[in-house]
């Protein structure tokens, strides 16, 4: 490698591990691959990533205030707050927040106008409490420089009774699907996605950052903690994906879930596959 793909690949590293650059790193590779962002997303998932994000959508429960407003967290070019837009029987507004701009431009035009791009870091979201009926975030939440106060600000600004759906990559527990997946996920999509955005190392970060982010129950362990009571978790294709799920519920005690616990070990939190 030249000495710069060479100093691209260690900040890479750096930051999908969570060093102190994160934050800035973030910002940045996402700034610069706005414009292929969609294409992309589309091409390295081959398209499951719409239904995804349906699935994740309809965990929200938006029937229970479909005119309010609603969070969409790490929005980048507004994928998701889009499809909810489209949700049948939603007529509320969604605030689509992300701190890169480009990510939010990309996406303008968007939502049937029913979307609101905010310019907003995950962990200081100009929102009061209590001012949003949910909150969705997909693909993003590994992004952000410090999880626990992300979903602590996030649990601030649900109103008693919102959820707070995660939709995030995952590592399959299956050796064989495990094998397939990695030899994709570091090899191909990396080559693909630098050759189509022209960042020789965004795409590099991506399979980074997920081997580097809590797996299923140790982010659901993380949602208890934070407050989010009735916490639970499913699998998505194998392994590759997976949801979470949180409700604000005032008087709970810190991590107490309040929830059957099926498949891990942590106090209040369910998982299927």
Same mark, same amino acid.
């Not at 507004?78 to 890169?100: K, S, Y």
């Given at each position: 490698?030249?000495?710069?793909?060479?100093?691209?690949?260690?900040?890479?590293?750096?930051?999908?591990?969570?060093?102190?650059?994160? $934050?800035?790193?973030?910002?940045?590779?996402?700034?610069?691959?706005?414009?292929?962002?969609? @294409? %992309?997303? &589309?091409?390295?998932?081959?398209?499951?990533?719409? /239904?995804?994000?349906?699935?994740?959508?309809?965990?929200?429960?938006?029937?229970?205030?479909?005119? !309010?407003?609603? %969070?969409?967290?790490?929005?980048?070019?507004?994928?998701?707050?889009?499809?909810?837009?489209?949700?049948?029987?939603?007529? !509320? /507004?969604?605030? !689509?927040?992300?701190?890169?701009?480009?990510? %939010?431009?990309?996406?303008?035009?968007?939502?049937?106008?029913?979307?609101?791009?905010? *310019?907003?870091?995950?962990?200081?979201?100009?929102?009061?409490?209590?001012?949003?009926?949910?909150? +969705?975030?997909?693909?993003? +939440?590994?992004? *952000?420089?410090?999880?626990?106060?992300? @979903?602590?600000?996030?649990?601030?600004?649900?109103?008693?009774?919102?959820?707070?759906?995660?939709?995030?990559?995952?590592?399959?527990?299956?050796?064989?699907?495990?094998?397939?997946?990695?030899?994709?996920? &570091?090899?191909?999509?990396?080559?693909? !996605?630098?050759?189509?955005?022209? &960042? $020789?190392?965004?795409?590099?970060?991506?399979? $980074?950052?997920?081997?580097?982010?809590?797996?299923?129950?140790? @982010?659901?362990?993380?949602?208890?903690?934070?407050?989010?009571? $009735?916490?639970?978790?499913?699998? @998505?294709?194998?392994?590759?994906?997976? +949801? &979470?799920?949180?409700?604000?519920?005032?008087?709970?005690?810190?991590?107490?879930?309040?929830?059957?616990?099926?498949?891990?070990?942590?106090?209040?939190?369910?998982?299927?596959?």
């Amino acid at each position: 490698m030249t000495p710069n793909v060479e100093l691209e690949a260690r900040e890479a590293d750096a930051a999908a591990r969570g060093d102190a650059g994160k $934050r800035a790193y973030v910002r940045r590779i996402f700034s610069e691959i706005a414009p292929r962002y969609d @294409l %992309l997303n &589309h091409l390295l998932s081959f398209n499951v990533d719409v /239904r995804w994000r349906a699935r994740a959508i309809a965990e929200l429960g938006i029937a229970r205030a479909p005119e !309010g407003a609603w %969070l969409d967290l790490c929005a980048g070019t507004l994928d998701v707050g889009a499809q909810l837009a489209a949700t049948p029987g939603f007529r !509320g /507004r969604i605030i !689509g927040a992300d701190f890169a701009e480009p990510m %939010l431009r990309a996406g303008l035009g968007k939502g049937g106008g029913r979307i609101a791009p905010v *310019v907003a870091d995950a962990l200081e979201l100009p929102l009061p409490d209590r001012s949003v009926e949910g909150a +969705i975030v997909a693909f993003g +939440i590994r992004n *952000v420089a410090d999880l626990d106060a992300g @979903l602590a600000e996030v649990h601030r600004v649900l109103v008693p009774g919102g959820r707070f759906v995660i939709l995030e990559f995952s590592t399959p527990r299956s050796a064989l699907v495990r094998a397939g997946y990695h030899a994709y996920f &570091h090899n191909l999509l990396p080559f693909i !996605g630098g050759l189509v955005s022209g &960042h $020789r190392t965004a795409y590099a970060y991506l399979p $980074r950052s997920v081997q580097h982010f809590p797996v299923e129950e140790a @982010l659901a362990e993380r949602l208890a903690r934070a407050g989010f009571a $009735r916490v639970r978790w499913q699998s @998505l294709t194998l392994g590759v994906a997976a +949801i &979470h799920v949180g409700e604000r519920v005032d008087g709970a005690p810190l991590g107490d879930g309040r929830a059957e616990r099926e498949r891990s070990r942590v106090p209040g939190v369910q998982g299927t596959t």
